[in-house]
Antibody, heavy 120, light 111 residues
Framework: QVQLQESGPGLVKPSQTLSLTCTVS??????????WSWIRQPAGKGLEWIGR???????NYNPSLKSRVTISVDTSKNQFSLKLSSVTAADTAVYYC????????????WGQGTLVTVSS | QSALTQPASVSGSPGQSITISCTGT?????????VSWYQQHPGKAPKLMIY???KRPSGVSNRFSGSKSGNTASLTISGLQAEDEADYYC???????????FGGGTKLTVL
């Protein structure tokens, strides 16, 4: 069973870069079964896709965030990462990493989520 | 991509059945039998409840069922229990070159 764990700073200053890592256990990030995904949820609001990466390194990003987002994968560490630049208070949210099934498009494994607050 | 449309809230009494709708377009819900549903309790990560319109992952109660007609998918919960009170989100596959489209979420209250 795949398990995911987000890690990174819980507080980021405005205009700086938010950096989070998702560590995968119980499975290989090199598996071709999943897109490795980031999703966020502002307090009291719905789920928002940030983007995803395949094991090949191919990425898809939310158009509304595309200019500020980079998702990368480190197969040696079985991790994938998120960088979101030039953050503002609007980027304050719980950030989740999750697996997105390659064939059927569902999110079957989720990390517990990590709250990132953008504030000076 | 526009978000899928869900009712903001639904409610039901214990033992009753409720249905949550999820309306998309011919580019997402209507084109693929790849709708999934997620349950989210406060402070918790979403949990997959239904995938491929009507399939249940191992461990999910058979009180949860899914269906689809045209551009609208539905989640039905029968025999409502207090523990079912949560937010529910639908998500539809929208093509291989992009990720899925979420619904706005529905808050289920068990009266």
């Amino acid at each position: 069973q795949v398990q995911l764990q987000e890690s990174g700073p819980g507080l980021v200053k405005p205009s700086q870069t938010l950096s989070l890592t998702c560590t995968v256990s119980g499975g290989s990030i090199s598996s071709g079964s999943y897109y490795w995904s980031w999703i966020r949820q502002p307090a009291g609001k719905g789920l928002e896709w940030i983007g995803r990466i395949y094991t090949s390194g191919s990425t898809n990003y939310n158009p509304s965030l595309k200019s500020r987002v980079t998702i990368s994968v480190d197969t040696s560490k079985n991790q994938f990462s998120l960088k979101l630049s030039s953050v503002t208070a609007a980027d304050t949210a719980v950030y989740y990493c999750a697996t997105y099934d390659f064939w059927s498009g569902y999110l079957d494994y989720w990390g517990q989520g990590t709250l990132v607050t953008v504030s000076s | 991509q526009s978000a899928l449309t869900q009712p903001a809230s639904v409610s039901g009494s214990p033992g009753q059945s409720i249905t949550i709708s999820c309306t998309g377009t011919s580019s997402d819900v209507g084109s693929y039998n790849l709708v999934s549903w997620y349950q989210q309790h406060p402070g918790k990560a979403p949990k997959l409840m239904i995938y491929e319109v009507s399939k249940r992952p191992s461990g999910v109660s058979n009180r949860f069922s899914g269906s689809k007609s045209g551009n609208t998918a539905s989640l039905t919960i029968s025999g409502l229990q207090a523990e079912d009170e949560a937010d529910y989100y639908c998500c539809s596959y929208a093509g291989s070159s992009t990720f899925g489209v979420f619904g706005g979420g529905t808050k289920l209250t068990v009266l």
